[in-house]
Nanobody
Framework: VQLMESGGGLVQPGGSLRLSCAAS????????MSWYRQAPGKERELVAE????????NYADDAKGRFTISRDNDKNLLYLQMNSLKSEDTGVYYC?????????WGQGTQVTVSS
């Protein structure tokens, strides 16, 4: 399993970013995919997740209405569109999949929201 995130960076409050995750080494279309965030000094937390097939979506309370998770099963890509970014959204964002009794992580992409 390989997960590779991209799209992070420095953005001003109120701005937008789109994160991508390229997945390989497993049947991407068959698995629930997730985005997690680890803020400085805090534990990693779930931001959003999306089901396989005709996908359901689930968001952390502070992501609802601002973030949109999506996937392209033909290209094995996972996305997170983040709008109206706040300083509290700063952290390392990880793409993740739970497969065969373990959770896999990408290397993460840094998002910094600051003026």
């Amino acid at each position: 399993v390989q997960l590779m995130e991209s799209g992070g960076g420095l953005v001003q409050p109120g701005g937008s970013l789109r994160l991508s995750c390229a997945a390989s080494g497993f049947g991407f279309r068959h698995y629930v995919m997730s985005w997690y965030r680890q803020a400085p000094g805090k534990e990693r937390e779930l931001v959003a997740e999306i089901g396989s097939g005709n996908p359901w979506k689930n968001y952390a309370d502070d992501a609802k209405g601002r973030f949109t998770i999506s996937r392209d099963n033909d290209k094995n890509l996972l996305y997170l569109q983040m709008n109206s970014l706040k300083s509290e959204d700063t952290g390392v964002y990880y793409c993740s999949v739970f497969r065969e009794s373990r959770r896999y992580w990408g290397q993460g992409t840094q998002v910094t929201v600051s003026s």
